[in-house]
């Protein structure tokens, strides 16, 4: 049974900064495409970042460009973000996501695999 479990969300004042990490099992991942999105209250969920089973490739949506980074460690079949000047906007639960492929994707339908999601609250 495959899963991903995320940890290292809570509640930051704006400005603070918070590691999330996703640990895999089940399978490994190191050939696969891995990456983040987030859902806010009221919102429709929306992709954050991407990386590339080499992590020679990484891709964000603009709201986060130079304050978050993800990255990986396939031989402990991990993935992390590290989410820096956080916002009030950034407030959401995160969800880690992996999928049958190497290829970049933004859509929420074209990754296989889901964690259960770890809150992230920005206050101001």
């Known amino acids: 049974q495959v899963q991903l479990v995320e940890s290292g969300g809570g509640l930051v004042q704006a400005g603070g900064s918070l590691r999330l990490s996703c640990a895999a099992s089940?399978?490994?991942?190191?050939?696969?495409?891995m990456g983040w999105f987030r859902q806010a209250p009221g919102k429709e969920r929306e992709f954050v970042a991407f990386i590339s089973w080499s992590s020679s490739y990484t891709e964000y949506v603009d709201s986060v460009k130079g304050r978050f980074t993800i990255s990986r460690d396939n031989a402990k079949n991990t993935v992390s973000l590290q989410m820096n000047s956080l916002k009030p906007e950034d407030t959401a639960v995160y969800y880690c996501v992996a999928r049958d492929s190497r290829s970049y994707s933004t859509k929420d339908s074209d990754w296989n695999y889901w964690g259960q999601g770890t809150q992230v609250t920005v206050s101001s």
């Open positions: 089940g399978r490994t991942f190191s050939s696969s495409a």
